[in-house]
C-alpha cells in the first residue's frame, strides 16, 4: 500500500464468513523528521503506517480479517472484565531482533518460543515491557523487529511499554510527543540517550495503545487495560513518577478508581524496576528512587504483583515492601505464607501464624482509612531476558530475593480465580525452570452480584495453527491491524562490582543457587 491508497480491513465471526464488515483505515507516515535526535534524523527515510480499528460486539469470539487484498488471518476478540475467565499471557523485556544486530540473536529463540507456547496454550496477549527493537536511531532494525513478532502480533494484542531504547535522548527536546519535560535527574543512568534519537517518535507511531481515558492518559507512556480479572496499568519510569508530576497524578488517581469487584486483580507494567539485584549499581540508585516514589501507591492500591525488565536477568522476589518480605497473602488466602525455596525455585505454600515475617506498618494514608494494620506486600518479576547481551547477577543477594536465573526466556502468567501461577520458561530448551504462585489481594472481598451478560456468539472453530516459523509473505505485511472490543484493547552487559566499602552492611543477604554464575 502507498500512503495514497485508503486501506481496508474486511473482518467477520469465524463462524460465518459469508457475512463480512469492512472498515477504512488511516494512513500516516513516520519520518527523519519527527526524531529529536541523530543518529535517527541524520539521514532521510519514510515509513508509510496504515491503521484501522476493528470494533466487535463478542467478547471472547475467533474472528477472521483481512487486510487489503491480503491472505486470511484470525484473531480471538479480547476478554471483557469478569471475574469468571482465566487469562493466559507472556511477558518480557529487551529483546532486539537478532538480524541487523546479531548481537541481539537470542531474540530469534524467544520468538520460537512465544510461537511453541502460544499452539500449545492459546495466549490472550503478549506484554513487552521497554526495550523492543534496539533500533537505537536506525529505523530498519525497526522493520526486521516488525517482522520477527509478527507471527503471533498479527494474531494477539502485542502490549507495550516504554523502555529507555525507545525513549531516552539527548537533544532536540521540543520534538518530544510524550506530553512532559525532559528527564534528566541528576541520578542513576538516566539521559545517555539510549534511543538514538528517537525520542519515542518511531514507537507512538508503530504502537497505538489502548485510550479508555482520552483525556487523561497518555499512550504509549502511561495507559490502561483490562482482560478478564485483571486491570494492567502501564508506566514510563523514563518520565517524572515522583509526587505531584503529571504522571504520579494520573496513577495515583487511576489507581484508586480501579473496581476489584468488576477486575480483582491489579497488575502494574513498567521497564525499569523498583527491587534491583546486585551489581547493578546504577539501577539500584534508580530503582530506590522508584520505591520512594511509587511503592507507597503500590502498596496502598493492592497492587497483586508488577513485571518489568532492564536489567538483562531474570529474577523474582518475595511479596516484599520496603525491602523486607511480608509474605502476607490477600484475600482468603491471608492466614498462609510462601515458604521460600531456593533449590528448586518454587514457592510453598505453609499455613500458621508461626511461619509470619515481621507485619509491617501501613502507610499513614492508608491507617486513616481505618483498613488493615498490616501491608501486603508486592510480588516483583523482573524478566529483561527477551534477547539481549545477559547481565551479571551475584551469587549473594538480599533476602527479598527469591529466586535468579541468568538466562534467556519468557515468563507465562495464568490468571485463574484468586490465583495466578508463573513459570519462567527458557529459550533453551522450552521448559520450566522456576515456577510461583501469587494470591490475589481483592479475594473474599464482597462485591454486589454481577449484572447478567448476554451469552457470546456461538461456538467457533478452533483457530488454524501458527504457520511454521519462517519469512511472512510480502502480502501479510500490507498494513498494520489495530483492534479493540468493548474495553478499547488495541491489536549491555554490566561489569560493575561492588566495592569492599560498598557491602558493608548489606547482611543480611541470600546466597542465590549456583545456576546464576
Known amino acids: ?133 534496539y533500533a537505537d536511531g536506525k529505523y530498519t532494525v525497526w522493520d526486521s523487529f516488525m517482522r520477527l513478532i509478527e507471527p503471533t502480533a498479527s494474531r494477539i494484542p502485542y502490549m507495550i511499554a516504554i523502555g529507555n531504547h525507545e525513549f531516552d535522548y539527548l537533544a532536540g527536546g521540543e520534538k518530544d510527543r510524550s506530553n512532559d519535560t525532559h528527564y534528566e535527574p541528576s541520578w542513576g543512568n538516566f539521559d545517555q540517550g539510549d534511543s538514538g534519537g528517537e525520542c519515542g517518535a518511531m514507537t507512538t507511531g508503530r504502537f497505538p495503545m489502548p485510550r479508555p481515558q482520552p483525556e487523561v492518559d497518555n499512550p504509549p507512556y502511561w495507559y490502561s487495560f483490562e482482560v478478564g480479572p485483571v486491570h494492567f496499568v502501564v508506566i514510563s519510569t523514563e518520565h517524572r513518577v515522583s509526587p505531584g508530576s503529571p504522571q504520579y497524578t494520573w496513577i495515583s488517581n487511576h489507581l484508586a478508581a480501579v473496581d476489584r469487584c468488576r477486575t480483582p486483580w491489579l497488575v502494574a507494567l513498567y521497564h525499569r524496576p523498583m527491587y534491583v539485584v546486585y551489581p547493578h549499581k546504577d539501577n539500584r540508585v534508580v530503582g530506590q528512587h522508584l520505591k520512594s516514589f511509587l511503592e507507597d501507591l503500590l502498596a496502598l492500591h493492592e497492587v497483586d504483583f508488577t513485571i518489568s525488565g532492564h536489567v538483562h536477568s531474570y529474577y523474582r522476589t518475595c511479596a516484599v515492601y520496603k525491602n523486607k518480605c511480608t509474605d502476607l497473602k490477600g484475600g482468603a488466602h491471608a492466614d498462609e505464607v510462601l515458604e521460600k525455596d531456593t533449590s528448586e525455585g518454587v514457592g510453598k505454600v505453609t499455613a500458621g501464624e508461626d511461619a509470619r515475617q515481621a507485619q509491617l506498618q501501613v502507610p499513614e494514608e492508608k491507617a486513616k482509612k481505618g483498613t488493615s494494620s498490616t501491608v501486603k506486600g508486592v510480588t516483583h518479576f523482573v524478566l529483561g531476558t527477551g534477547g539481549h547481551i545477559l547481565s551479571t547477577i551475584e ?100 561489569t560493575e562490582k561492588r566495592t569492599s566499602k560498598e557491602r558493608k552492611g548489606d547482611a543480611p543477604y541470600r546466597r542465590l543457587a549456583r545456576d546464576v554464575l
Open 1 to 133: 500500500m502507498s500512503d495514497s491508497c485508503i486501506p481496508t480491513v474486511t473482518y467477520g465471526l469465524a463462524n460465518n464468513p459469508n457475512i463480512s464488515m469492512a472498515v477504512n483505515g488511516s494512513t500516516y507516515t513516520i519520518t527523519e523528521a519527527q526524531m529529536c535526535d541523530a543518529p535517527a534524523n541524520s539521514r532521510p527515510f519514510k515509513v508509510i503506517m496504515h491503521k484501522a480499528v476493528l470494533t466487535t460486539t463478542v467478547d471472547d469470539t475467533l474472528h477472521f480479517y483481512r487486510v487489503g487484498n491480503g491472505s486470511t488471518n484470525y484473531f480471538t476478540s479480547p476478554k471483557l472484565p469478569s471475574t469468571s475467565k482465566s487469562i493466559n499471557f507472556i511477558a518480557y523485556a529487551d529483546m532486539g531482533e537478532g538480524v541487523v544486530r546479531l548481537e541481539d540473536r537470542e531474540a530469534l529463540g524467544t520468538s520460537h518460543l512465544v510461537q511453541s507456547i502460544h499452539r500449545g496454550t492459546p495466549l490472550d496477549f503478549i506484554a513487552h515491557v521497554g526495550d523492543l527493537a
Open 395 to 494: 551469587g549473594k543477594q538480599e533476602l527479598w530475593v527469591e529466586r535468579g536465573l541468568m538466562m534467556w526466556g519468557v515468563g507465562t502468567f495464568n490468571i485463574t480465580g484468586d490465583t495466578m501461577r508463573f513459570k519462567f520458561m527458557a529459550d533453551a530448551n522450552g521448559t520450566a525452570v522456576d515456577e510461583a504462585v501469587v494470591y490475589n489481594k481483592a479475594a473474599g472481598r464482597v462485591c454486589p452480584s454481577p449484572t447478567p451478560v448476554s451469552p457470546a456468539a456461538a461456538a467457533a472453530p478452533p483457530p488454524p495453527p501458527l504457520a511454521p516459523e519462517e519469512a511472512v509473505p510480502e502480502a501479510k505485511r500490507t498494513g498494520e491491524v489495530s483492534w479493540k472490543g468493548k474495553q478499547g484493547i488495541v491489536l549491555g552487559t554490566s
